[in-house]
């Protein structure tokens, strides 16, 4: 028990003004989808089909452009299933989390959420004119103890404890900084949906710095690029 507050204890003082930038990744396996030099040649081929569309686009009457724009999104599409098939590397995601005494802030492209650590309320942007509404959050979940990981990789300078995880019967490879507080735990609201595999992530004793599964056609990946 003690030991689980001093964790706790080290995980709150190390909040001081910390941003970890994280980066989700699909890479696949290369000739898994076929011929090599067949699918070279179409992703080519696709990439000059999109280019020309995504130039011509803006002089089209508007429902053109509509259903033109419908057709480029399910042409990225195809260009993500080729490239995956070429053992490409694809960036399905990026986001921040900033770290502070007392709070978390979960930051992307398209939202800002700031998470109160000590009210158990989590605030969304609401956009200019809005008011925010505070939503209450679930109480942080038990912490799995530190003796059931094993040391890990240094990854960016900081060492970590490897954890083996499932959610929904798929396996995860997980390495823990256990300085640094786990915002998983941290972010379930109450009667909300929760993402199971965030369920699961929110148990570990510390910051996943990298997150790792695959199906035997790609490897998934969710890691911290940045600590500044």
Sequence with gaps: ???????????????????????ETTTGIKGS????????????????????????????????????????????AELDRIAMSLGKTIVRDRYTFQLEPGKIV?????????????????????????AP???????????LSIEEGKPGDVILGRKTLQFVIVAQSRTYTVMVDTTLVNPYAHMQLVGGEANKLDIVLGKLPGFPLLIVDS?????????????K
């Design 1 to 23: 028990m003690l030991r689980a507050l001093l964790c706790m204890m080290i995980g709150v003082a190390s909040l001081a003004a910390l941003t970890l930038d994280v980066e």
């Design 33 to 76: 989808g076929g011929d090599v030099a067949e699918l070279e040649r179409m992703e080519a081929l696709e990439k000059a089909r999109l280019k020309k569309a995504r130039a011509e686009i803006d002089q089209l009457p508007k429902a053109v452009a509509r259903l033109i724009r419908q057709d480029i999104g399910a042409g990225e």
């Design 106 to 130: 979960y930051q992307n492209d398209q939202r800002r959420v700031v998470f109160d650590l000590v009210g158990r309320t989590a605030t969304e942007d609401a956009g200019e004119g809005n």
């Design 133 to 143: 509404r505070p939503l209450a959050l679930e109480p942080a979940p038990k912490a």
């Design 215 to 227: 199906d035997g056609r790609s490897e998934h990946r969710r890691a911290v690029r940045e600590i």
